[in-house]
């Protein structure tokens, strides 16, 4: 049994608390775009290829913004990166009312981009901030529970999307809204796109809070788990990618965070067809699978006292897989069971690879941060692949792209049993 350590200590709770509650607040966002695809796949009468463009540009804004989030870390501190991605995050929400106006896509798009390039500086602020908290034996423990308050803003974001979103979708399809004349369009495309504004200028509003919270806090003596110097960029990208342990970490992220987003942005499609139901079902259906990931969020960090984080996750990318299965071969009840039941899987994936991947590595971490937040990007591509086999074979079918994903997750998890990062000294 591992060896145990305070998770969090008396004179870090309330950091551990403001970071947690960051935590929470991209996990609202994110799960507010999830049923956005099929939105504006209705509203705007596209294919599932064009609606997925929202994850695209969500996911693609977290990899263009990784970066410049390390080097504000590296040059500052995770504080100044908190404030700046809170900011950010805030503008892009707040961008959602003039989009609402304009009725474009595009703008929208613009909007997601904005706000989730907040969120990135956020995240790549965050995760390794809440690590630092602590001695290095917990640091894993430790991310693993604030990640836990992650599924919290999932569940929030999933219910505001299912209770102010999609029951505000007017039942009509492509082929009647075809049919309708141009002012009677307008005014039900106005509706439904003033349904998707309000609760993201209402979570502005809560990451305006959160920012003035961490701007008056006093920034806690954080505790380095490695007494490497800070070194130039180039040999700490040089040091990162000769690190094979960390390189194939941010591979296995990439195809968690693909998996992931698979799974959530087409729980509501495969729920319609599965059950011959409509969006409101498919939204509830996609709560039920947020809700599991919050409990099993818990209780993995609780499992982690008694199994190391690579054997759990080994065993948990199998069973998705496996999970898998069922969802493209029983398209009935069994299956929409069963992808409710991947959420459970998929909850201390990102936690663990990203704890594992960074093991070790001392300063570069806060570069090395942002290679695993690039990651992400994995949700911008493997979403537009799965849509590609929606529109050519069938919802049931796409799952293939995730099936794999998990494999490639499982392989990780076997790879990092017994090894730890080595952090080479130049």
């Not at 695209?56 to 913004?65: I, W």
């Not at 900011?87 to 904005?114: D, E, K, N, R, V």
């Not at 001695?135 to 529970?145: G, H, I, P, V, Y």
């Not at 059950?275 to 409990?295: A, H, P």
Request: proline share 3%; with cysteine.
């Amino acid at each position: 049994m591992p060896t145990q350590s305070a998770i969090v200590s008396r004179q870090m709770l309330w950091p551990f608390i403001l970071l947690a509650t960051c935590f929470a607040a991209w996990g609202t966002a994110a799960n507010m775009t999830d049923p956005l695809v099929k939105v504006f796949s209705k509203t705007f009468s596209m294919s599932a290829l064009q609606s997925a463009l929202v994850q695209f540009s969500y996911y693609g804004a977290y990899f263009c913004l990784a970066l410049p989030a390390a080097l504000i870390n590296r040059r500052f501190n995770y504080k100044t990166g908190l404030l700046v991605g809170l900011a950010m995050a805030a503008c892009g929400a707040l961008l959602f009312y003039p989009a609402s106006q304009t009725m474009l896509y595009s703008h929208f798009l613009l909007a997601l981009f904005i706000l989730a390039g907040g969120l990135s500086i956020l995240e790549t602020s965050a995760n390794p901030y809440v690590m630092q908290l602590g001695c290095e034996k917990s640091a894993t423990r430790r991310l693993n529970l604030a990640q836990a308050f992650n599924p919290v803003g999932t569940n929030i974001g999933v219910f505001l999307a299912a209770t102010l979103i999609l029951p505000s979708l007017n039942q009509a399809d492509n082929a009647h809204r075809a049919l309708m004349s141009e002012s009677q369009l307008k005014a039900i495309v106005s509706s439904e796109l003033s349904a998707v504004m309000v609760p993201y200028v209402g979570m502005a509003g809560c990451l305006i809070l959160l920012w003035l919270c961490i701007f008056f806090s006093k920034s806690p003596k954080t505790i380095t788990h490695t007494h490497t110097p800070s070194r130039n960029l180039t040999s700490a990208f040089k040091t990162l990618y000769q690190n094979k342990h960390y390189r194939f970490g941010v591979v296995a992220q990439f195809f968690n965070v693909g998996a992931q987003t698979c799974v959530w942005t087409y729980t509501i499609g495969y729920t319609m067809e599965a059950l011959t139901t409509n969006e409101v079902t498919g939204g509830q259906v996609l709560q039920y699978s947020m809700l599991v990931f919050l409990i099993s969020r818990f209780i993995m960090t609780w499992l982690m006292r008694f199994l190391s984080g690579a054997k759990l996750l080994r065993i948990m990318a199998l069973v998705a897989a496996a999970l898998c299965v069922l969802v493209i071969t029983q398209v009935n009840l069994l299956g929409v069971v069963a992808l409710v039941s991947i959420s459970g899987c998929l909850s201390l994936m990102f936690p663990t690879i990203y704890g594992t991947a960074l093991e070790g590595l001392g300063d570069d971490a806060k570069i090395g941060a942002a290679g695993l937040v690039m990651a992400i990007l994995g949700g911008a591509f493997l979403p537009l692949l799965q849509a590609t086999l929606i529109d050519t074979l069938d919802t049931a079918s796409s799952f293939i792209i995730p099936l794999l994903c998990f494999l490639i997750v499982s392989l990780y998890g076997h790879h990092t049993r017994g090894t730890k990062n080595t952090h080479k000294h130049e």
